[in-house]
């Protein structure tokens, strides 16, 4: 089965000591959606497990909506976010 991949953001900030990454949604976003974070030097596949607006824990974000997402490994700011479709 081909998997495709959608942009849904962009870095915007990281958080180096909390392993934290600001992300500015262009597209809507779940908890539980597989992401690919992509970059200069990034490339990193994960799982969304939880996001936050406002230091609140959402389920769902939309275009728009700048979230807080804990992620992997280091990114960096302009990396783009894709979401895996399968």
């Known amino acids: 089965m081909e998997e495709e991949k959608k942009p849904v953001g962009k870095i915007t900030h990281y958080y180096t000591k909390i ?3 600001v992300v500015e949604l262009t597209d809507k976003l779940s908890v539980g959606d597989e992401i690919s974070i992509e970059g200069a030097s990034t490339n990193i596949r994960q799982r ?11 389920k769902t974000a939309n275009a728009g909506d700048s979230i807080g997402l804990k992620v992997v490994d280091r990114v960096r700011e302009n990396d783009s976010v894709y979401k895996i479709v399968k």
């Open 19 to 21: 392993g934290v990454a």
């Open 48 to 58: 969304v497990d939880s996001m936050q607006i406002m230091h609140k824990n959402v």
